[in-house]
Structure formats: structure tokens, C-alpha cells
């Protein structure tokens, strides 16, 4: 059984279009994690829920939006896709809103023509 | 901004040989995780140490939590081909629920 499931694998769009990744996880964590990997592989938070409220909120373009339904999942659409937002996105979960171990998804990878 | 630098950033080596990696920082950090990532997957926690000074190990590998608290080190004896990987140091932060990553160190 997966632990932490993205889906979709891979992603192909254009520049301006919206798309959404979604994220569930099946450990029991009530935190979940949006992190972006860029192509020098360096890791770095966006969001972070936590039962499902809000508890991170890096500097992101507003153009991306998470939303988590119930504290398994956590959803991230993304408006008006940019050339820049090409890159791989995990999605991460852990016990507590404190730093505790993160499981990860085997990311999404998004590529903009 | 909390910068974690990962030194080597690629290391390439010998079936057998040993290698340290080091991970630093000007930041105080409350503790201190590993994780190894492949190609195509998400990244696997390996340790995550907590006092400063502190040294865990798992099986070839040992990690070092420095006096300070602001750096690590990892050291792999007699490296294996399966050790390929890249090594990802994160640090938390007190009283935030924040892992920054380091700048990774592939192997």
C-alpha cells in the first residue's frame, strides 16, 4: 500500500493553463506538505496543513491555492501556469505541526510549453 | 533566510571507498534529519538526530549532530553501489513546524 499517493505522475501543459495535483495519504497524519524541487534538485516548502487549517504559507504566487478537504488530503491547484512553475512537486505528510519525520510522495513532475 | 550548504554537491567514488558529507549552517537548528532520495521517488527519511554532539548509526552509516547544532556530517564506510543516491540534510527550526532543506549532495 502506498503511503503518501500523487496523483497525476507526470504533467505536460501550457503556459496559462490551470491544473490541479491532488495528494492522499494513508499513515494517519494530520499534517500534510506541499514542497517544490527545482532542476538543481534544492527542496523548498510552500505549504503546510495541519488538520486541515493552514499553518505555512511560504511565498508563493497566489496563483497556486492548496486545499485540503479532510486532514488526508491536500490538494494544489495552480492558475495561469508560468514557464517557472516547471519543476517536481512532493507532497509530504508527518504526526504533529511539529518537525517530525516527513513522508513523501514520489512527486509530480510538471512541465510548461 | 536559513541556508543550509551541503558539501560536496556530487561525489563520485570507488565500490568500497570511504566519503563524508557535510551539512552547515550560521543557523541554530532544534534538530537535525537525513534523507536519501532516487531518481523518480519522493525523499526517504534515513536518521534524525537531536542533541547537539549527538552520533547515531545505521549499519555503514554514521551521522553526527555537531556541538552546535548548526551542522551534520554523514559518513559512509565502504560504500555500496545501492548507497547511490541524493543526500538531503533538513533542519527544524524551534517552535515552527518548518524543515529547511539543504542544497543536497549527490552521489
Known amino acids: 500500500d502506498t503511503a503518501v499517493s500523487q496523483t497525476p505522475k507526470y504533467l505536460v501543459t501550457q503556459m496559462g493553463n490551470d491544473k490541479s495535483i491532488k495528494c492522499e495519504q494513508n499513515?494517519?497524519?494530520?499534517?500534510m506538505y506541499w514542497y517544490k524541487q527545482d532542476s538543481k534538485k534544492f527542496l523548498k516548502i510552500m505549504f503546510s496543513?495541519?488538520?486541515?487549517?493552514?499553518?505555512i504559507n511560504e511565498t508563493v504566487p497566489n496563483r497556486f491555492s492548496p486545499k485540503s478537504p479532510d486532514k488526508a488530503h491536500l490538494n494544489l491547484h495552480i492558475n495561469s501556469l508560468e514557464l517557472g512553475d516547471s519543476a517536481v512537486y512532493f507532497c509530504?505528510?508527518?504526526?504533529?505541526?511539529?518537525?517530525?519525520?516527513?513522508?513523501f510522495g514520489d512527486g509530480t513532475r510538471l512541465s510548461i510549453l | 533566510t536559513q541556508l543550509l550548504e551541503q558539501s560536496p554537491q556530487f561525489l563520485s567514488i570507488q565500490e568500497g571507498e570511504n566519503l563524508t558529507v557535510y551539512c552547515n549552517s550560521s543557523?541554530?537548528?532544534?534538530?537535525l534529519q537525513w534523507y536519501r532520495q532516487e531518481p523518480g521517488e519522493g525523499p526517504v527519511l534515513l536518521v534524525t538526530?537531536?542533541?547537539?554532539?549527538e552520533v547515531k548509526k545505521l549499519k555503514r552509516l554514521t551521522f553526527q549532530f555537531g556541538d552546535a547544532r548548526k551542522d551534520s556530517s554523514l559518513h559512509i564506510t565502504a560504500a555500496q553501489p545501492g548507497d547511490t543516491g541524493l543526500y538531503l540534510c533538513?533542519?527544524?527550526?524551534?517552535?515552527?513546524?518548518?524543515?529547511?532543506f539543504g542544497t543536497g549532495t549527490r552521489l
Open positions: 509530504a505528510s508527518s504526526q504533529g505541526n511539529r518537525p517530525q519525520p516527513q513522508h
Open positions: 499513515l494517519g497524519h494530520d499534517t
Open positions: 496543513y495541519n488538520n486541515k487549517e493552514l499553518i
Open positions: 543557523s541554530v537548528f532544534s534538530s
Open positions: 538526530v537531536v542533541t547537539g554532539g
Open positions: 533538513a533542519g527544524a527550526n524551534f517552535g515552527n513546524e518548518k524543515l529547511t
